[in-house]
């Protein structure tokens, strides 16, 4: 009963949301206001209940609701005992990184007790994105979707469904996780593996004591469902079906695609996919279901979350069909699922691929080990790119950068890897350690970019999901294997390629991306593994400003927290 009256309540809001833009002249942009109090709340799940950081005291927090063009203002206020700072993951945030949220990068976090308000606009975007803590694992626990309707008068490019579900995938942990992590960084070892993951934030039947947290979506027989997909996990992959339905992909990461039918998806952590999917099969109930994807000798929490898709007038007592998920280290089903992936490419959503490139950059992607006497095996597991672990600051890179602050950071990030070596050959447990160091690649603004992501064979191959902030690029290639910079660009999709904010670089391949660097500031790239990203695989462009103040940083805001 309480989950059907959450979806009344959802629909409540949602149609007074759509309502206040049907009143709303198209001429003017909306200004949407939200208020996120960041508070301890005791959650139970799994047969026993933990302290959570949550917002507004809810778990996932709630959705902030925009239309393209809209102006958005949230004002999160700490009475948490950590510092904070939030994400809006996938927003541009044009010349306005003050905005974008990921801690000592373009803010320093919010401290307990105090307040910052968000104050961005959303240009040119429409889709799925969400919202998160960027600090420490927070989060764990605080995230939340964005949704960005279309312009006034404009209509999604696909049929237009009757009515549509978040489904946000995610991690939960018994204990506390910051407690966690720090027991780990002291024996420079990995923390445990979560304990389930969740959809919507509960873990579904199939776990202990979750019956009553298990998300219900209900559906009417012949009507269509649009499912905005957010993959919040930490650090798992998850391969996502629904019994007995296929689905139509029509986005990715907010950019509208060539429609395809499939039976299973693929997400990454940090990545959304919206999918259409018809309710045309018998009146019953039918298990949605999401298992990690892993290809790699690497521990994951490989157990499979449940919700369930229920046909209008059935009863809650018919068991749900379960749907065939692929193996977990099925890389055929994953590559040629993201094979699949094009941009729509239309005239009235073109892909503008850069077709001239200013610059190119190849960065290996690698995990290390460097000596630590207190370590429990004298080492302490570790990660970079190009052989640089990046070192955190206790300033904010962009303040640094816009106030010209001395010494926090160097421009010195090389364009490629100091020694070439065979990448994915053998496994090299050798010469594992790594250089330290805050070290940024400075851009000319304007200039177009290809970055070439290598995964290495350093204690292992891995996939490894890279999100850049301030923009969207195209994915223009990807390989198993070593990149040829000789033969593997011939092969390169210049026309319809996938755009995105995130992206996999395959198990011991490569993955090719483009974009011009047109948003001036300081913009963080990091594997969106929190656990690789803690032990340092991430770094930062700074684009330099244009000849114009309209390209140029704006100014901070007078709320900035300080350091």
Not at 99 to 110: F, S, V
Not at 204 to 214: D, V, Y
Not at 286 to 300: G, S, T
Not at 497 to 506: F, S
């Amino acid at each position: 009963m309480a989950m059907k009256f959450d979806s009344y309540l959802q629909l409540f809001f949602l149609g007074c949301f759509y309502f206040s833009w049907f009143l709303s002249s198209p001429a003017e942009a909306a200004v949407r206001k939200y208020q996120f109090d960041i508070r301890v709340k005791n959650v139970s799940r799994l047969c026993r209940a933990k302290p959570i950081v949550t917002v507004n005291g809810r778990f996932p927090g709630p959705t902030i609701y925009a239309r393209e063009g809209d102006r958005v203002l949230v004002n999160v206020t700490n009475s948490a005992q950590y510092n904070i700072s939030i994400h809006w993951h996938g927003l541009k945030q044009f010349r306005n990184g003050w905005a974008d949220g990921p801690a000592y990068i373009t803010q320093c976090p919010i401290k307990t007790g105090y307040s910052y308000t968000y104050d961005f606009n959303v240009t040119g975007q429409r889709g799925t994105l969400w919202w998160h803590a960027h600090i420490l694992w927070l989060r764990a626990t605080v995230y939340g979707a964005i949704v960005i309707m279309p312009k006034e008068g404009r209509m999604f490019p696909f049929p237009q469904p009757h009515g549509e579900t978040k489904i946000i995938l995610g991690e939960w942990w018994n204990s506390d996780v910051e407690t966690l992590v720090n027991e780990a960084n002291k024996l420079g070892l990995p923390p445990p593996t979560s304990d389930s993951h969740t959809i919507n934030g509960k873990p579904g039947p199939l776990f202990p004591c979750s019956s009553k947290h298990t998300f219900s979506m209900e559906v009417e027989a012949g009507k269509t469902y649009l499912l905005r997909i957010i993959n919040a996990a930490l650090n798992d992959e998850l391969f996502f079906a629904i019994a007995g339905h296929n689905m139509t992909v029509v986005e990715i990461d907010a950019v509208y695609t060539k429609p395809f039918t499939t039976r299973v998806i693929l997400i990454a952590p940090g990545q959304t996919t919206n999918v259409l999917i018809k309710a045309n099969q018998p009146r019953s109930r039918y298990f949605m279901a999401a298992r990690p994807f892993m290809d790699a000798p690497v521990l994951v929490d490989n157990k499979t979350v449940t919700a369930i898709l229920h046909y209008k007038g059935i009863p809650n007592t018919v068991l749900p069909s379960t749907p065939k998920l692929p193996a977990p280290n099925n890389t055929n089903v994953a590559l040629r699922y993201n094979n699949r992936l094009r941009s729509l490419n239309t005239p009235q959503f073109p892909a503008k691929v850069p077709l001239k490139v200013d610059r190119h950059l190849f960065y290996t992607v690698g995990l290390g080990a460097n000596p630590c006497s207190s370590c429990q095996n004298g080492t302490q597991l570790t990660a970079s790119l190009n052989n640089i672990t990046f070192v955190m600051p206790n300033v904010g890179l962009l303040q640094a950068h816009y106030f010209h602050i001395k010494g926090v950071f160097k421009t010195d990030f090389p364009d490629r890897p100091p020694v070439p070596f065979n990448y994915t050959g053998v496994p090299l447990t050798a010469n594992l350690g790594t250089s330290l160091g805050t070290r940024l690649s400075k851009v000319a603004f304007n200039s177009t970019i290809e970055l070439v992501l290598q995964d290495t064979n350093l204690l292992t191959v891995e996939s490894h999901p890279f999100h850049l902030h301030g923009f969207n690029f195209f994915v223009v290639g990807s390989g198993v294997g070593n990149f040829d910079p000789s033969k593997d660009p011939a092969k390169f999709n210049l026309v319809d390629p996938p755009e995105r904010n995130t992206v996999g670089v395959p198990t011991g391949g490569w993955t090719a991306i483009r974009f011009r660097a047109d948003n001036p500031g300081v913009w963080f790239m990091h594997c969106h593994l929190e656990l690789h990203t803690m032990w340092g695989l991430k770094m930062a462009f700074v684009v330099e400003n244009g000849k114009s103040p309209e390209e140029s940083i704006i100014p901070p805001p007078k709320d900035l927290p300080p350091c």
